[in-house]
């Protein structure tokens, strides 16, 4: 399994913006569809949000539409997730996961994450007054 690495997360207070960031140390991610997922306690994972290659399509949840944006910047082998207006019910552990042969709406449909070419090990955010 190829290894991503996600970074960012942390406590905010509702209402807050956190940055993620999703990067491979170990192979390119231009090739490759990007997706955040995330799993809060006791519930099952979901798709964020996915983009594609070269970042001219992308997918989001509805929950998260309008407050979330996806990018990527292929130059820096790595895809963000920016995430504003946070509230409580965003808390989950957040993966990035990557898969060729897809688009950003199936992607964001995956829940098994073993079926990603490459995922990582997931960042806690925590959204809490």
């Known amino acids: 399994q190829l290894q991503l690495v996600e970074s960012g997360g942390g406590l905010v207070q509702p209402g807050g913006s956190l940055r993620l960031s999703c990067t491979a140390s170990?192979?390119?991610?231009?090739?490759?569809?990007i997706g955040w997922f995330r799993q809060a306690p006791g519930k099952e994972r979901e798709g964020v949000s996915c983009?594609?290659?070269?970042?001219?399509?992308?997918d989001y949840a509805d929950s998260v539409k309008g407050r979330f944006t996806i990018s990527r910047d292929n130059a820096k082998n790595t895809v963000y997730l920016q995430m504003n207006s946070l509230k409580p019910e965003d808390t989950a552990v957040y993966y990035c996961a990557a898969r060729t042969g897809t688009t950003v709406q199936s992607m964001c449909l995956i829940r098994d994450l073993s079926l990603m070419h490459a995922w990582g090990e997931g960042t806690l955010v925590t959204v809490s007054s």
């Open positions: 983009i594609s290659v070269r970042g001219f399509s992308t």
């Open positions: 170990e192979f390119t991610l231009e090739d490759y569809v």
